[in-house]
């Protein structure tokens, strides 16, 4: 069963661009949503985490939304650059006693051209 | 470093032989989480530790994997028997526990990447 869908699964665009990458998921009781980096071969690098509470939250290029009652989140990425090239994850939190743990989509694969 | 660390970074081992891994977690965390990513696809979820207890485990985890946290701090994922298709990349993050004054934000390590011939 599928619980968070991120779309596009790819995505290639010029330096420069402006991109979003979004992230569904079907569960809206969750406690926070996380957007990762991850670089081939590494571990996982947090971006951003909202709170449940909480509509978005920016870091430099980055800003992320969260729309719990459409089960949407996007990922903002203002000006690309090369180094912004590689696999984007988004994760939602839950906290209960029937399950605590992040659950993660699938990714977009990102790829910024000099 | 006060990041979470991972050991070994790379295993290679031939199938039917037993591996384990380490992760030492962000000192002041007492939650940590253990995932299997293959390639192309997000980390799935296999146990997690709350201090030294185990609270919750992946129909994922079966009886070949087993994973302690003997003193609350770090943890050791142990895979018996192994099969090719155990070959992952292996995550461990820590946490602390989500309360109103703490968003529950996990941190991870570098992975485990494990290949059986």
């Known amino acids: 069963k599928q619980e968070v869908t991120q779309i596009p699964a790819a995505l290639s665009v010029p330096e420069g661009e402006n991109l979003v990458l979004n992230c569904s998921f079907t569960?809206?009781?969750?406690?926070?949503l996380q957007w990762f980096r991850q670089d081939p071969g590494k571990g996982l690098t947090s971006l951003l985490l909202?709170?449940?509470?909480?509509r978005e939250q920016t870091s430099g290029r980055l800003n992320a939304s969260l729309d719990k009652s459409s089960g949407r989140s996007t990922l903002y990425i203002a000006a690309s650059q090369p180094g912004d090239s590689a696999t984007y994850l988004c994760?939602?939190?839950?906290?209960?006693?029937?399950?605590?743990?992040?659950?993660f989509g699938e990714g977009t694969q990102l790829t910024v051209n000099p | 470093d006060t990041g979470v660390s991972q050991d070994p970074r790379h295993k290679i081992t031939k199938r039917g032989q037993n591996v384990t891994f380490r992760c030492d977690p962000i000192s002041e965390h007492n939650r940590l989480y253990w995932y299997r990513q293959t390639l192309g696809q997000g980390p799935e979820f296999l146990t997690y530790f709350q201090n030294e207890a185990q609270l919750e485990k992946s129909r994922l985890l079966s009886d070949r994997f087993s994973a302690e946290r003997p003193k609350g701090s770090f943890s050791t994922l142990e895979i018996q028997r192994t099969e090719q298709g155990d070959s992952a990349m292996y995550l461990c993050?820590?946490?602390?526990?989500?309360?109103?004054?703490?968003?529950?934000?996990?941190?991870f390590g570098e992975g485990s990447r494990l290949t059986v011939l």
């Open positions: 909202i709170q449940s509470s909480q």
């Open positions: 994760a939602f939190f839950k906290d209960e006693t029937s399950g605590s743990r992040l659950t």
């Open positions: 993050a820590s946490s602390l526990a989500p309360r109103p004054r703490n968003t529950g934000e996990l941190f």
């Open positions: 569960d809206s009781a969750i406690y926070n």
